[in-house]
Structure formats: C-alpha cells, structure tokens
C-alpha cells in the first residue's frame, strides 16, 4: 500500500502564496507522474499541475504563471508553490501520483486526502 500526505493548505488572502506538499510513503518502487487537482464545491475535480520523474511540467491555463509544481524524487514528495492567489482557486486540493510498487511495468493510481485551501477577497 502507499499513502499520500498532504500538507500546506490555509486561509490567505488574494495575492498571497501557499506552498502545498505531498509526501508518498509505503510500497513504492519508482514514481511516474506526480500531480496536484482542485475541486471546488458544485465543480469537477480538475488538473491545476503534474510533473514527470524527469521534470516536464504541465499546468492548467488558469495557473500558469502563478503556480510552479516540483519535486523532490529523493524524498517521494512533490511541491506546488502558489503565488498572486484568487478567490477562484479556492478549492480542496488533491495530490496525485502514478506509483509502480514493484519491478513489473504496472502503475496504481493513488490519491491524497485532500487539504483546503480559501482565498478571502
């Protein structure tokens, strides 16, 4: 099994920051994709950000410029530094990882619990 933690999330106002961290631990081989989603309440969940093992990013149009996902492989941790924040990104914010958790080429999708995170305008 692997478990997902995450931590960073708050209350801030419009035009602050909020770093958010997920750390995996458990059954894990190797790590694919890493990734962050938002669901807002009454809305889809949706991508905001994923990062590969080698670091190529992806963002969502509404983040770019503001968000920068990373990670840290040696830790199993990714990162999403969130910056000039809106009341529109209010959301719960979920961590995601593509987990291979041993030498066959097979991932599992996991997924953290989540953390909220407000901007008050």
């Known amino acids: 099994q692997v478990q997902l933690v995450e931590s960073g999330g708050g209350l801030v106002q419009a035009g602050g920051s909020l770093r958010l961290s997920c750390a995996a631990s458990g059954s894990i081989f190797s790590i694919n994709d890493m990734g962050w989603y938002r669901q807002a309440p009454g809305k889809q969940r949706e991508l905001v950000a994923t990062i590969t093992s080698g670091g190529r990013t992806n963002y969502a149009d509404s983040v770019k410029g503001r968000f920068t996902i990373s990670r840290d492989n040696a830790k199993n941790t990714v990162y999403v530094q969130m910056n000039s924040l809106k009341p529109e990104d209010t959301a719960v914010y979920y961590c995601?990882?593509?987990?291979?958790?041993?030498?066959?080429?097979?991932?599992?999708?996991?997924w953290g619990q989540g953390t909220q995170v407000t901007v008050s305008s």
């Open positions: 995601h990882c593509n987990v291979r958790t041993d030498w066959r080429p097979i991932e599992y999708s996991y």
